[in-house]
């Protein structure tokens, strides 16, 4: 397994919530990532962002790992749960809230902060 996609799914494994998004939460460049971001903090969710633009090989690894080929891409403790439009009719449907307090706990929003982080130099 490359060294990038060992950090990808570190990140994964590691972050409570994850976004592979494209651009950063403070500079948006997909309307995709910024739909997935703005259900994602509606819903109060502790969000990891991962910017995949810097590298073409990121969204390669990314997709290896995932299996899923488009970006925005959106994991919960480890899981896959999708792109833009899964987790928007997620929150519409109010069970975006459900799996996060399923799988981070009742307590989730109280850690509800953004970051990001880089895949291409080591943690």
Same mark, same amino acid.
Request: charged letters at 25%; one cysteine or more; glycine letters at 8%.
């Given at each position: 397994m490359s060294e990038l996609r060992e950090r990808i799914?570190?990140?994964i494994e590691?972050? *409570?919530?994850? +976004?592979?998004?494209? %651009? $950063?939460p403070q500079f948006v460049m997909c309307g995709n990532s910024d739909r997935? +971001?703005?259900? +994602?903090? !509606?819903? %109060?969710? *502790?969000? $990891?962002?991962v910017d995949i633009l810097p590298d073409p090989s990121i969204r390669q690894e990314l997709s290896a790992?995932? #299996?899923? =080929? $488009? @970006? =925005?891409q959106v994991? /919960?403790? #480890?899981? &896959? @749960? %999708? %792109?833009?439009?899964?987790?928007?009719? +997620? !929150?519409?449907?109010?069970e975006l809230g459900r799996v996060l307090e399923e799988k981070l706990g009742g307590?989730?929003?109280?850690?509800?902060?953004?970051? $990001?982080?880089? /895949? &291409?130099t080591p943690a």
């Amino acid at each position: 397994m490359s060294e990038l996609r060992e950090r990808i799914q570190a990140v994964i494994e590691t972050e *409570p919530v994850a +976004l592979f998004m494209k %651009g $950063t939460p403070q500079f948006v460049m997909c309307g995709n990532s910024d739909r997935a +971001l703005r259900a +994602l903090r !509606a819903a %109060g969710a *502790p969000v $990891t962002a991962v910017d995949i633009l810097p590298d073409p090989s990121i969204r390669q690894e990314l997709s290896a790992v995932s #299996g899923w =080929p $488009t @970006i =925005p891409q959106v994991f /919960v403790s #480890g899981e &896959l @749960i %999708g %792109g833009a439009d899964v987790v928007e009719e +997620l !929150a519409a449907d109010g069970e975006l809230g459900r799996v996060l307090e399923e799988k981070l706990g009742g307590d989730y929003r109280a850690s509800a902060e953004e970051r $990001t982080v880089s /895949v &291409l130099t080591p943690a």
